[in-house]
Each structure stands twice: as C-alpha cells, then as structure tokens.
C-alpha cells in the first residue's frame, strides 16, 4: 500500500505560481499511475492532471492545458504540480492519487480509477 503526502499549498495572487508536491512511501511509484484532482466547496471533484507510470504520457483538463504541469520523479518517489499563472477559480483542495499500473503510456483521467489518496492541500488565488 502507497501513502501520499501532499505539500505545497497557500493564498497566492492571480496570475502567481505555486509548486505541489506528492511524496509517496510504502512503495515505490514506478508502480503507479499518478494524478492531481481538485474539490472546491460545493463541488464535485475533478480531474487536474494525470500521468502514466513512467511520466511519459500526460493529460489535463483542458482549462489547465498551458498552465499547469505534472511530473514525476520515480527515484525520488515524487510528484509535482507545477501550476502557473493561477486564477481565483483555481481555489480548492488539491489531493495527489496513485493508481497500481504497470502498462508505460497508458493514463488514468477519472478519480472513480484511482485506489490511493493523499489529504489534500489548500490552494487559494486571490483576486
């Protein structure tokens, strides 16, 4: 079983970057499918970002295509968001997910296909 630590969250201005962070435990990610979903209050949660188990394969959600970008470091057992030029309604939780895979080049998009959550970091852009 993987466990999933998110970090990097905080209040950041529109237009400003953060960095997310996923470290993993328990097993090592080359294992696994990876993927950032978000959940605003009220809402239902959504995909942000997927890869496939080597990071060569990516997809997002097609309000975040250019803005954000996901990868990973199997040897470091890492994930990353990198998200920029953050907009007000890019405010929710952010929560790293792990799916066991072991096909290169093929993605998970949806949540309902991912078996391992983290706890989610708080991402707030203000306007």
């Known amino acids: 079983q993987v466990h999933l630590v998110e970090s990097g969250g905080g209040l950041v201005q529109a237009g400003g970057s953060l960095r997310l962070v996923c470290e993993a435990s328990g097993q090592t990610l080359s294992g696994y499918a990876m993927g950032w979903f978000r959940q605003a209050p009220g809402k239902e949660r959504e995909t942000v970002a997927t890869t496939d188990i080597q990071g060569q394969l990516t997809h997002y959600k097609d309000a975040n295509q250019g803005r954000f970008t996901i990868s990973r470091d199997n040897a470091k057992n890492t994930v990353y968001l990198q998200m920029n030029n953050l907009k007000p309604e890019d405010t929710a939780v952010y929560f790293c997910?792990?799916?066991?895979?072991?096909?290169?080049?093929?993605?998970?998009?949806?949540?309902?296909?991912?078996?391992?959550w983290g706890q989610g970091t708080q991402v707030t852009v203000s306007s």
């Open positions: 997910a792990a799916r066991s895979a072991s096909t290169p080049r093929f993605l998970y998009r949806e949540s309902r296909s991912y078996d391992y």
